[in-house]
């Protein structure tokens, strides 16, 4: 079990540079671009969010679970906090992309200045 949280924390590490890339893609694309491209910087953002989740869910039924950690005293810490927060943050971001995406009028008559 271990092996696939390090495999799914890789994973999440990953697909948020994937969705780095998009959004830096999308912001410097063409008005098309900008304006079709927020779906799927939500998609990769959603796929972030459900990695390190499920990362973070596995973590914390190893630790209720295993005999590894019966040692009185030990205790999810930082790591796990911060990947909890990070998960919720991701998942608010892509909320937020893809709301945007729908309630923000079309951009009529930009001119991206570069």
């Known amino acids: ?26 912001m410097s694309g063409g008005k098309r671009r900008r304006e079709e ?11 972030v969010a459900v990695v390190l989740l499920g990362g973070m869910g ?9 005999s ?3 040692v009185p005293g030990w205790r999810l810490d930082t790591s796990w906090i911060l990947c909890t927060v990070s998960g919720t943050v991701v998942v608010l971001c892509a909320v937020g992309v893809a709301v945007s995406a729908y309630v923000l009028p079309p951009e009529d008559g930009y001119e991206f200045l570069a």
């Not at 491209?37 to 796929?47: E, S, Y």
């Not at 596995?58 to 295993?66: E, G």
């Open 37 to 47: 491209g927020w779906g799927v910087v939500a998609g990769l953002l959603a796929a």
């Open 58 to 66: 596995v973590v914390a039924y190893l630790f209720d679970n295993h």
């Open 68 to 70: 590894r950690f019966a």
């Open 1 to 26: 079990m271990w092996r696939t949280v390090g495999w799914l924390m890789s994973l999440a590490t990953i697909l948020e540079l994937a969705a780095l890339v998009g959004i830096v893609l999308v």
